[in-house]
């Protein structure tokens, strides 16, 4: 259960967003923004980029969630779930390119603390082509996933235990994104029984 | 030198929200409503868990300017605000204050480290769930600004004054705004 009285149904971040109107429409937009804004990287790479970040804060609803989201923008298939899979667990190593490990390295340092990132960490970025812009979005999109994820865990939200759900989850999110009214809607009755729930 | 090129003589945070217009309006707006929206708890207790959790992540600017903003709201008590960053036990604030700070701290060190036995002692002590919910959020949302601040190397004012003057702003006019941030001076 979590710490506080939240509306039932609502996994994750959601419970508490809907507990909380006022504070929800800056932070949706702010994800909005950072993840689906006009940028020159793509939606894929700034999941990839919270992704990794959640993994770091093994936070498992938003690694899950923006994981699922990221692959599905990368086409949806089984070896784009393997991707973030091999991201997580080793960036350095996984098939991306210079400039993305460069980028998640620094998004590595800044989870750890702001005061982590080296200008060799920066100029590493640049030279693999990185502008101040991608530097700036990749810094602040890390930032604000030490955020949610500490409201996510800091709250000890629900969190389904069902691939299914995670898969459906990106799907929306990768279509509808940060501000669309359906992940307001609590999970259907089949979505919440306990063979899919347990594990919290 | 910031890690990225800002525009010269803005401070801290101000840097990077001056080349970033389409999120620093959602940041602002984030920080106006944590911090100065309707609430049960006192901009002043807001701004003191948003000062406890900058200084626990060793964030000088956002522990300066958001302490400055904290002692303007309580009239001036810097001694007040230097005690809660040392040792918020021994500091002259209320038991449900102590309480949301341990939650905050809890907080600042990873969601999963607060426990049921913290949210109960707050509670016991009169805590809310919404001021609950509002000091994980406060302490959240300061574990990205300072990480904002500080991972991009912002340029960090040394002159106390200041910072009294942007706790001034910020407790008096909030964090929607542009015209009053001129870049500072430098003496």
């Not at chain 2, 970033?20 to 409503?33: D, G, Q, Y």
């Not at chain 2, 002692?71 to 040792?87: F, M, W, Y």
């Not at chain 2, 991972?151 to 964090?175: I, K, S």
Request: glycine fraction near 8%; proline fraction near 5%.
């Amino acid at each position: 259960m979590a710490h506080i009285q939240l509306p039932a149904g609502l996994p994750g971040i959601r419970g508490p967003l809907v507990f909380s109107p006022a504070t929800t429409q800056p932070m949706c937009e702010l994800a909005e923004v950072l993840l689906r804004g006009p940028n020159s990287l793509t939606m894929a790479e700034r999941e990839m980029i919270a992704t990794y970040v959640s993994a770091e804060n093994d936070c498992y609803y938003c690694q899950t969630c923006h994981g699922s989201t990221a692959a599905q923008h990368l086409g949806g298939s089984s070896a784009d779930y393997e991707l973030i899979g091999q991201m997580k667990a080793n960036c350095e190593a996984a098939p991306l390119s210079n400039k993305m490990k460069a980028l998640l390295a620094i998004a590595g340092k800044v989870q750890r603390g702001g005061k982590y990132v080296t200008a060799e960490d920066v100029e590493r970025a640049r030279s693999h082509g990185a502008t101040d812009k991608e530097i700036h979005d990749t810094v602040l999109i890390a930032a604000a996933f030490c955020m949610f994820n500490r409201y996510v865990d800091g709250l000890d939200t629900w969190q389904p235990q069902d691939e299914e759900f995670y898969r459906e989850a990106g799907k929306q999110t990768a279509a509808l994104g940060y501000v669309a009214r359906e992940w307001k809607r609590p999970l259907q009755a089949a979505a919440m029984k306990p063979a899919a729930t347990a594990g919290r | 030198m910031a890690h990225i090129r800002v525009p010269e003589g803005l401070p801290g945070i101000l840097g990077p929200m001056a080349i970033s217009p389409e999120t620093t309006k959602a940041l602002r707006e984030l920080a106006e409503v944590l911090l100065r929206g309707p609430n049960t708890l006192t901009s002043a207790e807001r701004e003191l868990i948003a000062t406890y959790v900058s200084s626990q992540n060793d964030c000088c600017f956002c522990q300066l300017s958001h302490g400055a903003a904290a002692a303007e709201h309580l009239g001036g008590n810097d001694e007040l605000i230097n005690r809660v960053k040392s040792d918020y036990a021994s500091a002259d604030i209320s038991e449900k204050l102590k309480a949301l700070l341990a939650i905050a701290g809890k907080v600042q060190k990873g969601g999963k480290h607060v426990t049921t036995e913290d949210v109960a002692r707050a509670r016991r002590l009169g805590a809310t769930d919404r001021e609950i919910h509002d000091t994980v959020l406060i302490a959240a949302a300061f574990c990205m600004f300072n990480r904002y601040v500080d991972g991009l190397a912002t340029w960090q004012p040394a002159d106390p004054q200041a910072y009294r003057e942007m706790g001034q702003r910020m407790a008096h006019a909030g964090y929607i705004r542009t015209e009053s941030e001129k870049p500072v001076e430098v003496a």
